[in-house]
Nanobody, 121 residues
Framework: QVQLVESGGGSVQAGGSLRLSCAASVYTNNFMAWFRQAPGKEREGVAAIYTGGSFTDYADSVKGRFTITQDKAKNTLYLQMNSLKPEDTAMYYC????????????????WGQGTQVTVSS
């Protein structure tokens, strides 16, 4: 069982930045990702990483603005979000394990409780 705890969400104006963190109780070579879900919309994969290598994958909507990184010594996953837009407003979730067939089809086994990101115009 893997426990994931997100932090770092908040409110920011458009054009601003936030860094989300995800502390994992177990950190092994596996896929991990950030998802988001806005009210009335389906949950979507935002960024993924293979923790045992350098592979990353991003949704088209965040490419060039968001960066997924990790600190293995701290068992922590990060999502650096720059140039934020109002449409980035959502609950952001950390996820791990499961089947990875690309950011659009990733089916994680483990989920965090989420952290809210609100971007105002």
């Amino acid at each position: 069982q893997v426990q994931l705890v997100e932090s770092g969400g908040g409110s920011v104006q458009a054009g601003g930045s936030l860094r989300l963190s995800c502390a994992a109780s177990v950190y092994t070579n596996n896929f991990m990702a950030w998802f988001r879900q806005a009210p009335g919309k389906e949950r979507e994969g935002v960024a993924a990483i293979y923790t045992g290598g350098s592979f990353t994958d991003y949704a088209d909507s965040v490419k060039g603005r968001f960066t997924i990184t990790q600190d293995k010594a701290k068992n922590t996953l990060y999502l650096q979000m720059n140039s934020l837009k109002p449409e980035d407003t959502a609950m952001y979730y950390c996820a791990a394990g499961g089947y990875f067939g690309g950011i659009r089809s990733y089916e994680p086994n483990y989920w965090g409780q989420g952290t809210q990101v609100t971007v105002s115009s």
